[in-house]
């Protein structure tokens, strides 16, 4: 069984381009969640999805930022006109739907810089 | 305010001896806490999970203490191996959110020497 993946690895871009992250959950998962981590901070939740559906985006901001987890194919995390301060690691996790499954499996992140 | 603290400062060990890492959190009402170890450039990988009913966890060579109290838990490796070496995250649920909302402290990097 494959865990989480993400593409790509390494992402570079300049600012004002736009970067599209994206992420495969595990098989069987249904629940996606993406967070950023910044140079010495902790993971910060950005959003929580489901197939076709966001459940909580509270920890997105509210500009530039969108993600989709479509019927098929892999969650996305789309930045719009990247800037500096986006720069970061941002990881998805994944979590099967059966409840009081609470672990999250995380896959091993896309790094953006930006120039 | 909501805060989950870790001792920010790396802790360094020797082989052989147990390692303790200390996670506080304020303001936060968890049904259980995680702890997760992070190697650099890779993603966090689950370790354990306790829950506020439960005292103490163990798995192998790890042992989670969990006070609710005191609002924190330990983390204890025994027996430490220099492969032990990597970033340890703990995190809880934020709570009355519906989902597993996951709060993450900053990490604790341990350092185990030969």
């Known amino acids: 069984n494959a865990g989480v993946m993400q593409n790509p690895r390494h992402l570079v871009r300049r600012r004002g381009q736009e970067a599209r992250l994206r992420c495969s959950p595990m098989k069987g998962h249904s629940h996606v969640y993406w967070y950023r981590q910044l140079p010495e901070e902790g993971l910060k939740f950005m959003v929580y999805?489901?197939?076709?559906?966001?459940?909580?985006e509270s920890g997105m901001p509210k500009e530039r930022f969108s993600a989709e987890f479509p019927k098929e194919g892999p969650s996305i995390l789309r930045i719009q006109q990247v800037v500096r301060g986006d720069s970061a690691a941002y990881f998805c996790?994944?979590?099967?739907?059966?409840?009081?499954?609470?672990?999250?499996?995380f896959g091993p992140g896309t790094r953006l810089l930006v120039l | 305010s909501q805060k989950i603290e870790q001792n920010s400062e790396a802790l360094n060990i020797q082989e052989g001896k147990t390692a303790t890492l200390t996670c506080n959190y304020t303001n936060y009402s968890p049904a259980y806490l995680q702890w997760y170890r992070q190697d650099p450039g890779r993603g966090p990988v689950f370790l354990l999970l306790?829950?506020?009913?439960?005292k103490e966890k163990r798995k192998e060579r790890l042992k989670v203490t969990f006070d609710t109290t005191l609002k924190q838990s330990l983390f204890h490796i025994t027996a430490s191996q220099p492969a032990d070496s990597a970033t340890y995250l703990c995190?809880?649920?934020?709570?009355?959110?519906?989902?597993?909302?996951?709060?993450f402290g900053t990490g604790t990097r341990l350092l185990v020497s030969p």
């Open positions: 999805l489901q197939k076709e559906n966001i459940i909580d």
């Open positions: 995190a809880l649920d934020e709570g009355n959110t519906g989902f597993q909302k996951l709060v």
């Open positions: 996790a994944s979590s099967p739907p059966t409840s009081g499954q609470e672990t999250q499996y």
């Open positions: 306790i829950r506020e009913n439960e």
